[in-house]
């Protein structure tokens, strides 16, 4: 959506004049905008990017100091620029990688900016603001358009408000969602009257500059501090940015322009006093609404491989653990954002239900960040199946503790080498499936005992070894396993083996001496000879892609399998780095990791 309409790309940033009598320019692109037009094109929604990307950057800061509710993280404006930022940079390698011949269609520039959104999001604004974007181009993909009409547009802008208010687990009035509902109403209104697209625009942007000025009316906290919801602010300088895209002007009501240029002079009808408030929020003195003992953290990450029933699942235990519940997208990646006490509940709540990745926590409240400065050095306790994984994890300063089919450590052995470690806080790393309740029974009773113990939930060896490839023991306990848990969780992972016994599996009845593929715990390929069985296996884990293949070579491995399969994987994936290890593991004559 970010190519100009001459086919060359913008610049990052570009600057607003008041446009003279017989045309509307866009100073410092060298573009003449047509004439009002009947109908928005592919052109019209690039400019409304870049237009929207100026406007947020100009207002961001002072979005941030209007911020109050529902926690005052005063990042509201920076939240809904760095969305809207890195969508559009994300929209335009989409198109590179595509190699896209010419300026693309519309439908073409919705499927990719809705998508961008979603993976951009930050933080409420960010996420809400994602789907009332994405509403808009799925209207625009369901009806198959590359021009858009006036009750088409409409349309497209009530999705966005329908969708923006079932993100939100408690829809609170005088927020972005009322903003947005205002717009959608008027630009109803409009489209039923025979209104174009600029006049559809026109009353959505009417109806929510209203909107906006009544926000105080609907939330104390907002009339205590003298200002209009940050995000609704925000909102509307969206819906401002589309109409200036449609006719070259901005709001007559306004009088004003943004650029991304030097700090304009501010919006006085978004400060009810007239007072400007520092940033980063308001001192409201005592109140219902800002008490200091709301959740401490806000947790955001992006959530695959799930499905419907799933994320109804996690969206219940979510709303239990704390508020600001923000779970949408689908059907094959969600954006979850929700603020909790309990950071680590979240994320374990997230690998109940699929695979989460970009796992992001930050502290709501100053004590909530004193609680995550460590105590001391963080220490790491590892279970390790072979001798050279044991060397491998103990060369990474881990304390490790043998555990192997028919062998696997106990939660007793475990919480010894807790206290072992010395360290005030523990990272506990299981490494294997069987191995995960033991791990956290220990980690309790370690907890009991006054260490502070967390447990990643690493399923197999190359998760555990990506995890501690990012440990940091000078990190705060709570943010370093967050951090070790989102590199375990986002390597996929497989093996292969030899069947010792008949069984049904997912690939099918096998039987003494098959080669099983096991591809993220389950049995998924029969094969006859292990190397082409790890292949296979390697392709199902490479499909989504990958950068790095780790290959860790068992006990009972011959030279001749591991070199055979990094010289094939070489060959069908040369773009891969592929590391080989020799772990020495029983069992499982290779294991793989892909990251």
Known sequence: MLLRPDGGRPRNRISLAEPEAGGQNVSGEGDT???????LTADDARHWTVLARAALAARRTEIDALNVFPVPDGDTGTNLYLTMDAAIDEVVAAHERAGTAGPPTLRQECRMLARAMLLSARGNSGVITSQLVGGVCEVVLE???????????????TRGAELARASVAHPQEGTILTVADAAAAASRAAAEEGGGVTEVTGAAVTAAQAALERTPEQLPALARAGVVDAGGAG?????????????????????????AGPPLQRREEWHVRGVL??????????????????????????????????????????????????????????????????????????????????????????????????VDEVGVVACAAGPGIAALLEGAGAVVVPSAPGARASAGQLLEAVLRTGAGGVVLLPNDGDTLLAAEGAAKAAREEGVATLVVPARTAVQGIAALAVHDAARPLEEDALAMTAAAVATRHGAVTVAVKEALTWAGACRPGDVLGV???DVALLGEDLAATAGAV?????????????????ADAEPALVAGVAAGLQRSHPEVEVVVLDGGQPTYPLLIGVE
């Open 33 to 39: 905008l047509p004439d009002v037009p009947d109908a």
């Open 143 to 157: 009806e198959d358009v590359d021009v858009v009409d006036g009750a088409c547009l409409a349309r497209a802008i």
């Open 235 to 259: 909102c509307v300088l969206l819906l401002e940015s589309l109409h200036r895209a449609l006719t070259g002007s901005w709001s007559r009501r306004s009088g004003e322009l943004l650029s």
């Open 277 to 374: 408030p520092a940033a980063g929020g308001h001192d409201l003195g005592a109140g219902p609404d800002l008490e200091e003992d709301g959740p401490a953290y806000e947790v955001m990450y992006l959530l695959e491989e799930s499905d419907a029933a799933r994320v109804s699942a996690l969206r219940e235990t979510l709303d239990g653990l704390g508020d600001s519940l923000l779970l949408v997208g689908g059907p094959d990646l969600w954006n979850v954002h929700v603020h909790v006490d309990d950071a680590g509940a979240a994320v374990e709540a997230g690998i109940e239900a699929g695979r989460p990745r970009r796992i992001r926590v930050t502290a709501l409240r100053p004590e909530a960040e004193r609680r995550r400065r460590p």
């Open 519 to 521: 591809v993220d715990g």
């Open 538 to 554: 390697l392709d199902r884990l490479l499909a989504p892609g990958g950068e790095l293949v780790t290959l860790v070579s068992g």
